[in-house]
């Protein structure tokens, strides 16, 4: 497995989709995700969302200052990330694909499969302060940072 540097969360926020090699042979597929070899961050807290309403959506808030790598390892769904100028799309749907979101993102999970398990590890403990739920604060925060 080759080796990632580690990153510091980027003021402005940033997107990339990384790939994740399977360690697969006959008997089936394994990937392990370790800080510094395919995950670029120190990993603090590992959560997993299931059993969504496939009826709802998700998110709709930003974090100040995280870092996440998320996974789909089951099912499908759509991600949407705004960094306050640019939104992209992200249709989840591999569990050998991690969407990696660094600092201020305003983010939103849509269309989850009935099967979807996404799973995010983190680089901090769950801090409710590093939330912004409103999307016109935030746009107001990516504008300063970007000024
Ligand atoms: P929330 O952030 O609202 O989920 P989403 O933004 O994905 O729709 O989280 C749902 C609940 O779970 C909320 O009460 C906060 C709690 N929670 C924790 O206690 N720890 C965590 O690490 C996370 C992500 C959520």
């Not at 070899?37 to 997993?48: D, E, G, H, L, S």
């Not at 969504?52 to 930003?62: C, K, S, V, Y």
């Not at 201020?104 to 999970?109: D, G, K, Q």
Request: aromatic share 10%; proline share 4%; net charge negative.
């Amino acid at each position: 497995m080759c080796s990632v540097n580690l990153l510091q969360p980027d003021p402005m926020g940033s997107v990339s989709l990384l790939q994740l090699d399977p360690m697969g042979d006959d008997r089936g597929s394994l990937i392990a995700l370790e800080t510094s070899k395919n995950v670029p961050f120190n990993i603090k807290r590992v959560y997993y969302i299931y059993d969504t309403r496939t009826d709802i959506a998700r998110g709709f808030h930003a974090h100040q200052h995280l870092q996440q790598l998320v996974i789909c390892l089951k099912g499908a769904c759509r991600f949407i990330t705004d960094d306050g100028s640019e939104k992209q799309e992200h249709w989840l749907d591999s569990p050998e694909q991690g969407l990696f979101l660094s600092g201020l993102l305003w983010r939103e999970m849509h269309d989850f499969s009935a099967d979807c398990v996404l799973l995010i590890l983190t680089d901090q403990l769950y801090d409710p302060n590093d939330y912004v739920r409103d999307y016109e604060q935030f746009l107001s925060m990516a504008k300063q940072r970007n000024a």
